[in-house]
């Protein structure tokens, strides 16, 4: 036998006290530098001058229509980008085809294509120097720098959201259940209702609080379709760097407070129906 001495398994999952104190700080430091510091930021500055003044420069008639036209454009592009989402989620998960890797590529699209390149391709297709474009505001009903290219600008970017959130859990779950149901005489509307709706229920709601977030925060694709008409079609973020640019501080750091505070509300959503979901999964685990 070798007279090399043996060392002691240790697993790597124990470490010492000190390192794991260094590791947590580190952790604590991160998210204290990048997420909470900013968010002080944006209240105090917000309240530098009281809470009267921040109030008066939300009740601007710009402000006001920027917080409307943001709600507006999440009420109309996320139950459309659900519906989109969830069709294309039972398309790749209960059929089999040719393309199918394909098509969950370009569904990922949006997450590397950047917004901007989104904006001026709609811009290029419905823009008023397009066929297309230049027949819709012909007629009346023109897309760019007015509501429908927001929304088709802000469904781009937050599509894939909901598909991403339900693919793998339509994955999981197969296709028994649905067949059962369909070999007992149920139609298709009542398989989804009844079978498929309830078992993506959670998925689907993750994926519509993402989608909203997204849709509130987004500025770069809507910042070029907008064309960042004040009290038209400037959105809250773009109407925070337009009071920005300004010099108008407390103004926008304001609004920048309220849009925060409404993704503050979706990540509380988000967190209790996950404690919901997984008290629901240890009752549906007991004996």
Known sequence: ???????????????????????????????????????????????????????????????????????????????????????????????DFRGKAFLITLIDLPFSVSPVVAGLCIILMFGSNSLLGGWLV???????????????????????????????VMIEQGRAEEEAALTLGASGWRVFATVTLPNIRWALLYGVLLSNARAMGEFGAVAVVSGKIRGQTATMPITIEMLYNEYLSVAAFSLAAVLTLLALLTLLLKTALELRHADQLAAARRP
């Open 1 to 95: 036998m070798s007279d090399a001495r043996l060392i002691p398994f240790r697993p790597a999952t124990e470490e010492t006290p000190t390192t794991r104190l260094v590791l947590i700080g580190l952790a604590i430091g991160g998210l204290g530098l990048l997420v909470f510091g900013p968010l002080l930021i944006v209240f105090a500055e917000a309240l530098a001058q009281g809470w009267g003044a921040a109030i008066a420069a939300l009740s601007n008639p710009d402000a006001a229509s920027a917080m409307r036209l943001t709600l507006i454009i999440a009420a109309i592009a996320v139950p459309l980008n659900a519906a989109f989402g969830i069709a294309a989620a039972w398309f790749i998960t209960k059929f």
């Open 138 to 168: 012909a007629s009346g009903y023109p897309i760019v720098f007015a509501l429908p290219g927001i929304i088709l600008a802000t469904m781009f970017v937050t599509f894939p959201f909901v598909a991403r959130e339900l693919i793998p």
